[in-house]
């Protein structure tokens, strides 16, 4: 029998590691001049250097190494005042020159921190993530494997490679061991991923896009007895491609290692791939031996050595932190903390502010990204920002709210065709022939036939008793298809029966 | 004694994924050893004075502007390859030992 996760977590204390890779949004790759642009056809942006060709000497790109810096220090980081590229050395065919360019022992920004808030069951906690290192390298080829019954790499016959993304620069982001989390430990790892990312599009480095790959996680979990004080051992689980998947893979994992520990047996330390459609991880190389991959510093390069006055101007120039500006928005609109959180854990905040910013108002633009919009988007699975509805189409549902063109249940109609694809709001209010009912003699001539139908309730209403409108006013609406305007039914409503 | 063992040249040709008879895997041993004998001569030379350099200059900061140069056409990238399949580099199977 599997654990309950609460069984898990009462048994077992988890211990996370997290290293996030992310792209940079450079123009070139790191080392050449090749172009970094997402989705070009095959092999069309390389050349030697980035093939791996004999004689070629890579050149770092010196955006790239200004971008690491300011990530560095955005993340509280010391910057190394020397460092040097190294060779990952392993026999692989992602990368043509049988090696990776990376950093090994001289990373260029080392012990920073990160503090995240998770909403616990005493009210919201802040946790602070301790980051190793973050270090420069490049990122790999994309491999097509080709034959075999699930186009996986077991049982390929043989494998195609496209190398546009070779050399891309790569930004990777470790922590230290993260401890004392308890049961919250899926909501920080989600939390942690969540606020680096808001960090790196502040910081305009990046595009950040997990489904394309541009930010990508992966996540080790170990789980020892609670109050043992040790560390277990760790599996490290790769390709989790969405925020919620870090959520749902570091679950997995603990619910999967408890398992193994109540049985008696051992955790085995190794790479695991995450499975979207299931949520549960499968089993990576199965080879005992491991890789080593004989790190040697990189003779083509020569050491980064970033001066003071670089630094400095790199520090002052860094954008206001996501956690201040959420401060100060969270101020700006006067939001309770409860409702603040609930945004920023919907990945809300950029979008009402943009929303705000083109003339909705922040307690009604609020409400629909976290209403009907969130509702929607849970029910599709998908990241508030995917959802197929911009903050322009928003702010004009707002609008026509407002200006009493739509009422709140023709709005949520229009969210969903727009959703659905159907078009801007004013073109899925015209195709659809969305409009309040606001001709008075319609109205009340529904109305007049609502009374007619129920003359005991309106007998009611007459005598005093104000609640058994809703009855009546029902019956309009059902009368006008959702059209009317309901505040407006009601006056002319009890206006009839006084 | 020899610095590299036999076990370790076939654990080294394994992650290679180069297949060595057992006679290649005795004298590879004894062919990495005097490299490495030859290295340990160079080391010996280098005091402890002597920082550790990757590099043969005293230099640093070496860069280039992020600026876009022409890369190689596919054709261009793809001619020295053995073989090649809808412009992308085709390579025997990966990890086949393990399928």
């Known amino acids: 029998m599997a654990l309950t996760y609460e069984e898990v977590v009462a048994k077992y204390e988890p211990s996370l590691g997290l290293e996030v890779h992310v792209e940079l949004n450079t123009q070139t790759k790191m080392f050449c001049g090749c172009a970094t642009e997402f989705g070009a056809a095959p092999n069309t942006q390389t050349c030697p250097v980035c093939l791996g060709m004999p004689g070629a000497l890579p050149v770092v790109n010196e955006k790239a190494i200004e971008s690491t810096i300011r990530i560095g220090l955005a993340l509280n980081c010391a910057i190394t005042p020397k460092s040097r590229f190294a060779r990952k050395n392993y026999f692989y065919p992602d990368m043509p020159k049988n090696f990776q360019i990376s950093q090994y022992d001289e990373p260029i920004c080392t012990n920073g921190y990160l503090d995240v808030e998770v909403e616990t069951d005493e009210g919201i906690k802040t946790f602070r993530i301790e980051i190793e290192r973050v270090h420069m390298e490049e990122d790999t080829g994309k491999s097509l494997h080709v034959g075999g019954a699930t186009g996986r790499i077991h049982g390929a016959e043989y494998s195609l490679l496209d190398y546009n993304r070779a050399g891309i620069p790569l930004v990777e982001i470790v922590t230290k061991v993260v401890s004392g989390t308890g049961k919250y430990a899926p909501e920080v790892a989600k939390a942690y991923v969540k606020e680096l990312r808001d960090i790196l599009r502040s910081l305009g480095v990046s595009d950040v896009k997990m489904e394309q790959g541009s930010l990508r996680c992966d996540a080790n979990v170990s789980l020892a007895p609670t109050g043992s004080g040790k560390l277990g051992t760790r599996s490290e689980t790769k390709n989790v491609n969405s925020l919620r998947s870090v959520e749902r893979a570091v679950r997995g994992e603990m619910i999967r290692h408890a398992g193994l520990l109540d049985k008696g047996e051992r955790v085995i330390q190794e790479t695991r791939h995450f499975q979207e459609d299931t949520g549960a991880t499968r089993s990576g190389r199965s080879k005992e031996q491991a890789e080593d991959y004989r790190y040697f510093p990189e003779p083509d390069l020569t050491p980064v050595a970033p001066d003071a006055e670089w630094i400095e101007r790199l520090r002052s120039d860094l954008p206001e932190k996501p956690s201040v500006r959420r401060a100060r928005l969270q101020d700006q609109w006067q939001v309770p903390d409860k409702e603040m959180a609930a945004m920023v854990n919907a990945g809300a905040v950029d979008l009402v502010e943009e929303t705000v910013a083109l003339g909705a108002d922040p307690t009604k633009a609020r409400g629909w990204w976290l209403g009907e919009i969130s509702r929607l988007a849970n029910e599709a699975e998908i990241e508030l920002n995917a959802v197929g509805i911009s903050p322009k189409q928003v702010a004009r549902i707002v609008e026509l709210i407002s200006v009493g063109e739509l009422t709140d249940k023709l709005a949520r109609q229009v969210v969903a065709s727009v959703i659905a694809g159907e078009g801007d709001p004013d073109s899925v209010i015209a195709t659809k022939g969305i409009k309040v009912v606001s001709d008075e003699s319609s109205l009340i001539a529904a109305i007049e036939k609502a009374i007619a139908a129920q003359p005991d309730i309106a007998e009611k209403v007459r005598s005093g008793h104000l609640p058994a409108a809703g009855a009546l006013i029902g019956a309009v609406m059902k009368e006008t298809k959702g059209q009317a305007d309901a505040a407006r039914v009601r006056e002319l409503l009890l206006g009839l029966l006084s | ?99």
């Open chain 2, 1 to 99: 004694m020899p610095r590299i063992s036999r076990d370790e040249v076939a654990r080294i040709a394994a992650l290679a994924r180069i297949t060595l008879r057992d006679e290649e895997l005795s004298g590879l041993a004894g062919q990495i050893d005097g490299i490495l004998d030859a290295v340990a001569v160079v080391q010996e030379a280098a005091g402890a004075d002597v920082p550790a350099m990757s590099h043969p200059l005293e230099i640093t900061n070496v860069t280039r502007p992020d600026v876009i140069v022409p890369s190689l056409t596919p054709e261009a990238s793809l001619s020295g390859a053995p073989a090649s399949e809808e412009s992308r580099f085709r390579v025997p199977q990966i990890l086949g030992e393990e399928a």
